[in-house]
């Protein structure tokens, strides 16, 4: 049985909500003792010693939302390009989204990715399916042997799911069984063919632009689903203020619902798409800064539940376009980590709250064990450095995909190292 001694480390306890200078001891993958100081001699007694010289060692990342582009598109992200890139970012579990060509919607296709993702990744990974049969929004997907092939949860992505007695079928049918439905609340009616957040910067500029109620306006429909149903239900992206009272009311009743934001809507803000920067552009588009701090807000007091990439590579051939044909989304497994330590040095969270966010609950929504510094818990650890500032360059990411938003930006904290199951799969030279 190996075991590894982590000393001189800086511990990042989500569940206990706790910073403390400490030791922890890891054997046969999992986590067995942990403490505060100098760990004593039966501690050290038969462990290899990594002494992490004052740095923050973390429970991995569980990353809620990440495109991997097989099948389909492969020449945009492949699982082994997406694997290297997440442990490097410390992402030490991906959860998959359905949204390939074509979509993950039956047991076949769920258990050729799955066997891919597990021949070519280094972290673990563990995939959504789709909700409807080609995210159509017309006909659910069998959920029961979506579940046995290992589907942790079920969502049509950015395709809402217009026809409301459908989508209550689904919330009905999910229910019975126990299973996570995702959504991604938008009016879709308002925000189709969208571009930009509606406001003086949109009109001044010339886009399409959407109005945030539209996100409102969504969330207000599926909630009123919820009551009808009492689904489990986690709202992906929420990204403005006003969609917060209907979001907190809604817990406050007591329905089983959660919801997360993405790393893009906390740290940038819809002025960052002047010049028409199509890197800048994703879905739902930039929104305002009162949105911004907003979001940052309901993030520390536990109203939005989970922070994620929302990692959606793109080519050149399709950012390479006039703003309003150019795709929406970004690369992110490896700048989630720096990114969202700009709001820890900004003074707006701290380590604990980040990772809170970042790893405890989203593990918790999906009924992983990961997420935690607890003993029994899985060896799945990040270490980093959260002061080291460096200038991002895009072509020295991972992904196939270089479409990131912080290309040439200066940012501040890097991954160290990453650990799955105990053993390392990721060491900065």
């Not at 986690?234 to 089983?256: C, F, M, S, V, Y």
Request: hydrophobic share 40%; glycine share 8%; charged share 25%.
């Amino acid at each position: 049985m190996s075991e590894t001694l982590f000393s001189n480390a800086r511990l990042i306890d989500p569940e206990a909500g706790t910073e403390t200078s400490g030791w922890l001891r890891v054997a046969d993958g999992r986590i067995v003792a942990c403490g505060e100081g100098e760990p004593q001699g039966t501690d050290k007694a038969g462990a290899a010693l990594v002494d992490c010289g004052g740095m923050c060692l973390a429970p991995g990342i569980v990353d809620i939302g990440v495109k991997v582009c097989e099948p389909g598109e492969r020449h945009k992200e492949s699982y082994k390009s997406a694997g290297l890139a997440a442990a490097a970012g410390g992402v030490t579990t991906i959860v998959t989204r359905p949204d390939t060509t074509p979509a993950i919607d039956t047991p076949e296709t769920l258990e050729f990715v799955t066997r891919r993702a597990q021949a070519d990744t280094p972290v673990n990974v563990v995939p959504m399916a789709a909700l409807t049969k080609g995210r159509e929004g017309r006909e659910m997907t069998e959920i029961g042997f979506l579940m046995d092939a290992g589907a942790v949860a079920f969502t049509d992505c950015d395709h809402v799911v217009q026809n409301t007695k459908v989508f209550s079928r689904a919330l009905s049918y999910a229910k019975s069984l126990g299973a996570l439905v995702v959504a991604h609340p938008q009016e879709p009616g308002l925000s189709a063919g969208a571009a930009a957040t509606s406001g003086k910067f949109a009109a001044l500029y010339g886009l399409p632009a959407v109005s945030p109620m539209a996100e409102r306006m969504g969330l207000d429909r599926d909630i009123a689903l919820l009551e009808m149903t009492g689904a489990k239900y986690h709202a992906d992206q929420i990204t403005t203020a006003r969609a917060l009272p209907a979001l907190e009311r809604a817990k406050r009743n007591g329905l089983d619902i959660t919801a997360g934001t993405s790393i893009h809507h906390l740290t940038l803000n819809e002025l960052d798409v002047s010049g028409y920067r199509t890197f800048f552009k994703v879905k739902p588009p930039l929104r305002s800064e009162d949105d911004r701090q907003a979001v940052i807000e309901a993030v520390r007091t536990g109203l939005i539940d989970v922070i994620c990439s929302m990692h959606t590579p793109q080519d050149e051939e399709s950012k390479r376009l006039p703003f309003e044909e150019a795709a929406a989304g970004a690369v992110a497994l490896e700048t989630l980590l720096p990114a969202a330590l700009r709001l820890y040095h900004a003074g707006q969270l701290e380590l604990p709250v980040l990772w809170r966010a970042l790893s405890f609950n989203p593990a918790r929504r999906l009924g992983l064990e990961a997420g935690r510094l607890a003993v029994d818990a899985p060896a799945d650890l990040v270490l980093f450095d959260p002061d080291v500032p460096f200038v991002l360059d895009r072509f020295t990411l991972r992904s196939k995909s270089q479409n990131t938003p912080f290309d040439g930006q200066r940012l501040q904290g890097r991954v160290l190292a990453s650990y799955v199951g105990g053993a390392c799969v990721y060491r900065r030279e």
